[in-house]
C-alpha cells in the first residue's frame, strides 16, 4: 500500500530529484544515445535473422542482440521515470510495490542475466568450433543452440522470480521513490553483482584460453590465425575494461564507500558493454558482416537505378 513519503519519517534526498539546467540535458543525452542503441541493435537483428538457416555462432550473436535491446529499453524506460518523478507527488512504496511500480528492473534483470550467459556461449562457441568439433557439432546444432537459449531465457526467469521473492520477503521495509534494486533487495543485489563478475570473468578467461591456443596452433593460415587474434585481443580488452574493472567496482560500491564519481563512469561503462560487445562480435562474424555489406550495396544500387517520374 503506498504512503505519502513525508509521512513515513525517512530522509529522501531531494537533490536526487532536482532538475536544473545541465541535469535535463545529462539526461536527454542519455536518452538519445540509448534510443540510438536501441535502433542499432534492431538493425542487428534485422541483418541476422534474414539470413537463413543460422548457424551457432550467428545465432547467438543475434541472441544477444535482442538481449541488448531488453537492456535498452529498460535503461529508456528508467531515465523517462526520473523525469515523471521530478513532476510528482512523492511515495514510499513497499518493496514488491516497487516492483510494479519500476518495470524497468525487471526487464533490466532479464536482459542482463542473459547476456552474461549468452556471451559466455560465444566464447565456449567459439573454442569448440576451432578445437573440438565433435563437441561442437553435438552442443552447437541448431536445435541444440535453440535448446540452450531456451534455458538461458528460464535461468533468467528464475532469477527474476527470485527477485521477487526477496522483494516479497522484505515487504516491512520501505522504499523511496527512486525504487533502486539495492532499496528493493540487498541480498539479492549483492548476489547478482558477484553474478555478473563471475559470468564476465568466465567469458574472458575462455577467450584467453582460445587465443593462447590460436599462438600455439601451427596448422591454419597465418591471415586467418591474424584476423581471428585481432577481433580476440580486442573482444579479451573490452571484456577488462567494460564489464569486469565496472563489475569489481560494483562489489566494492556494496561492500563498502566508493567515490559517486567512479561509480557514475563504472556504471556508464557497463551500459556501453553490452552494445559494444554485439558490434565486435557481429563483425567479427564473417558470414554476417558480408550480409550487411550486400544490404547496404544492394540499396545504393536500387538508389541509383530507381526510375525517373515523368515531370522530374
Not at 19 to 26: E, F, N, P
Not at 107 to 135: D, K
Request: aromatic share 12%.
Amino acid at each position: 500500500m503506498e504512503q505519502r513519503y513525508e509521512d513515513t519519517g525517512l530522509k529522501f534526498q531531494q537533490k536526487f530529484l532536482e532538475m536544473d539546467a545541465l541535469t535535463i540535458g545529462r539526461m536527454a543525452l542519455l536518452i538519445f544515445l540509448e534510443c540510438s542503441a536501441f535502433i542499432t541493435q534492431l538493425f542487428f537483428i534485422g541483418i541476422g535473422i534474414s539470413r537463413r538457416p543460422l548457424e551457432a555462432f550467428p545465432m547467438l550473436i543475434v541472441s544477444c542482440s535482442a538481449n541488448s535491446c531488453i537492456i535498452a529499453f529498460s535503461m529508456i524506460f528508467e531515465y523517462g521515470r526520473r523525469f515523471y518523478l521530478s513532476n510528482s507527488n512523492l511515495f514510499a512504496y513497499r518493496p514488491l510495490t516497487c516492483l510494479y511500480a519500476s518495470p524497468h528492473l525487471i526487464t533490466r534483470i532479464f536482459g542482463r542475466s542473459n547476456f552474461v550467459l549468452i556471451v559466455l556461449l560465444l566464447s565456449v562457441e567459439r573454442l569448440l568450433a576451432l578445437y573440438y568439433p565433435m563437441w561442437h557439432k553435438r552442443l552447437f546444432s541448431e536445435r541444440q543452440c535453440r535448446m540452450l537459449m531456451c534455458l538461458v531465457a528460464c535461468s533468467s526467469i528464475s532469477v527474476v522470480i527470485i527477485l521477487c521473492l526477496c522483494a516479497w520477503n522484505n515487504s516491512n521495509a520501505l522504499v523511496s521513490p527512486q525504487c533502486s534494486l539495492q532499496q528493493t533487495s540487498y541480498t539479492f543485489t549483492l548476489a547478482m553483482a558477484y553474478y555478473y563478475l563471475i559470468g564476465d570473468s568466465l567469458s574472458c578467461l575462455t577467450n584467453c584460453i582460445l587465443l593462447f591456443k590460436l599462438y600455439r596452433r601451427r596448422s591454419v593460415s597465418t591471415m586467418n590465425v591474424s584476423i581471428r587474434k585481432r577481433w580476440i585481443v580486442i573482444i579479451i580488452l573490452t571484456n577488462i575494461i567494460l564489464a569486469f574493472g565496472p563489475d569489481v567496482v560494483n562489489v566494492m560500491r556494496l561492500c563498502g564507500p566508493v567515490k559517486r564519481g567512479v561509480q557514475r563512469l563504472c556504471q556508464f561503462m557497463k551500459q556501453t558493454y553490452a552494445y559494444v560487445m554485439v558490434a565486435l562480435y557481429f563483425f567479427s562474424c564473417t558470414d554476417l558482416a558480408e550480409s550487411m555489406r550486400r544490404t547496404f550495396r544492394c540499396n545504393k544500387c536500387s538508389l541509383r537505378r530507381a526510375p525517373i517520374l515523368p515531370g522530374n
